[in-house]
């Protein structure tokens, strides 16, 4: 049952990594990807100002409302 469960997932992954987008769906995914790594860097520059790791995340949030999923503005690493 695991087996074919995890078949089913991967085959569903597969064909989901597969599908086509528009011309204009790629030009939003562009500038989406293009608008989080602005936001990515602001986080950077902040934390480089020394203004805390709470205030930072708090301006992440807010420059990332709306483009990606979670509080960590689509990307999370540990430390």
Same mark, same amino acid.
């Given at each position: 049952?695991?087996?074919?469960?995890?078949?089913?997932?991967?085959?569903?992954?597969?064909?989901?990594?597969?599908?086509?987008?528009?011309?204009?769906?790629?030009?939003?995914?562009?500038?989406?990807?293009?608008?989080?790594? $602005?936001?990515?860097?602001? /986080?950077? =520059?902040? +934390?480089?100002? %020394? !203004?805390?790791?709470?205030?930072?995340? $708090?301006?992440?949030?807010? /420059?990332? =409302?709306? +483009?990606?999923? %979670? !509080?960590?503005?689509?990307?999370?690493?540990?430390?």
């Amino acid at each position: 049952m695991k087996k074919h469960l995890l078949s089913l997932t991967l085959a569903l992954l597969a064909t989901a990594a597969f599908a086509q987008h528009s011309d204009k769906e790629t030009q939003e995914d562009i500038a989406r990807h293009r608008a989080m790594a $602005a936001a990515h860097e602001g /986080a950077a =520059k902040c +934390l480089e100002a %020394g !203004k805390g790791e709470k205030v930072c995340m $708090a301006e992440l949030q807010t /420059a990332c =409302k709306g +483009l990606a999923i %979670g !509080k960590y503005c689509g990307m999370r690493h540990s430390h």
